[in-house]
């Protein structure tokens, strides 16, 4: 459960760098800020749909917790 939440906090920190990023990128005078700007805004709409597609795809095909045998059971009586 503690691992969850260390990737939960790893995400805030990040979506929260793209945001940032994209008001700085937004403001800049930079030539190259619009490019910069562009990429900013896909990135903060492309990294959540990606995270949000992978954790789907882990619960229809990652392990369940019923897949798991009892190697005992397996083993004949005498």
Known sequence: MKIKRIFAIIAVVLLMALYGSTIVFAM???PNAVYMF?????C???IPIILYSYILVYRVFGKKESDHTDDAKDIPKK
């Open 28 to 30: 800049s005078d930079s």
């Open 38 to 42: 562009k990429a900013s805004i896909f």
């Open 44 to 46: 903060t709409v492309i």
